[in-house]
């Protein structure tokens, strides 16, 4: 156990839509749990060594629970374990709780979800209600019954439009994005190909109005050169070298520096590094296109180098 894990009791499991179940959970002792802000997500951790990352689909003004949406995924050990295995009552590890998907400040927020996507948006609806915004919720599912949360989001009295493909009314991404609605930001969390299709949709609008959150690695081109580079611990004062076959954080443990590590596939955050020197070959689902211009940090779980030196913050 780790410090920053929390044993939390499973106190009750409710169907939110076919195959979608939302679990509360709580301190043992019925205590207050660290706060959490609209978008983030905590690790869960089940027994036999899984885990995955699960958005924060509760109020975050209640500090007695934290509820998960989690969907059944065929072939899926994670969620087959949830939905077959755990019961009420059960004791789970789960992470204090991160946001890589914070909801800025604006006037007006157009939400886009995709079937379970929805989960991290509810704090947001709420959030946004709570600063006063207008709101629009694009909902995408194949059949309304695998809309999850539908009914509470439409409580939350903002403009829910709901897509079903199964019914002939598939969102269409390029239309709805075509013209720029000033003042606005735009979050989006659902299947890559939806998130795929917004992002090339959205191109034109301002810089930092559109965000995501990737719970899966982005698919990438299978050719992407992954060469050998030198990589430079400032504060360790140690030089390493990253061979094409190992990431940066595998040098770095070998090395005996310790770096958070949870995920391993660029979409969790919680390896993330200060570069001092180098060009960056960014490979997370994190940072938006600008953080990675900047190229003030890196996920050096996925992420390696583009220059043939790479100085980190370690």
Request: aromatic fraction near 6%.
């Amino acid at each position: 156990m780790t410090d920053n894990l929390l044993t939390l009791r499973l106190r009750r499991m409710t169907w939110e839509a076919e195959g979608v179940l939302s679990l509360d959970l709580c301190a043992p002792d019925g205590g207050d749990l660290p706060a959490f802000s609209a978008g983030a997500h905590v690790d869960l951790h089940l027994p036999g060594g899984q885990s995955r990352q699960y958005s924060l689909c509760g109020d975050p003004a209640d500090r007695k629970t934290y509820r998960l949406g989690i969907r059944l995924v065929e072939g899926g050990a994670v969620t087959s374990m949830v939905h077959r295995q755990l019961r009420p009552g059960a004791l789970l590890d789960v992470s204090t709780p991160r946001n890589n998907f914070p909801l800025l400040p604006a006037p007006h927020y157009l939400f886009i979800a995709g079937g379970i996507g929805i989960t991290p948006m509810l704090p947001m609806l709420r959030e946004a209600n709570a600063r006063g915004a207008k709101w629009t919720l694009l909902f995408c599912v194949r059949r309304h019954e695998d809309a999850p949360f539908l009914a509470e989001a439409r409580s939350l009295g903002g403009d829910v439009v709901l897509h079903a493909s199964a019914l002939g009314t598939r969102l269409d991404v390029e239309a709805r994005l075509a013209t720029v609605e000033p003042d606005t930001q735009i979050y989006c969390c659902g299947p890559e190909k939806l998130m795929l299709e917004v992002e090339t949709h959205s191109r034109h609008w301002p810089d930092g109005s559109v965000h995501f959150e990737w719970f899966a690695a982005r698919s990438r081109p299978e050719d992407e050169i992954s060469g050998g580079f030198e990589l430079v611990c400032a504060r360790s004062r140690l030089t390493l070298t990253v061979p094409p076959d190992k990431s940066v954080v595998q040098v770095l443990h070998d090395a005996g520096i310790q770096v958070p590590l949870s995920c391993e596939q660029g979409i969790c955050g919680s390896c993330e590094c200060r570069v001092l020197e180098g060009q960056v070959d960014h490979r997370d689902s994190i940072l938006s296109t600008a953080e990675q211009l900047a190229n003030e940090t890196m996920m050096v779980c996925v992420s390696r180098a583009k220059s043939p030196r790479l100085v980190l913050d370690l």
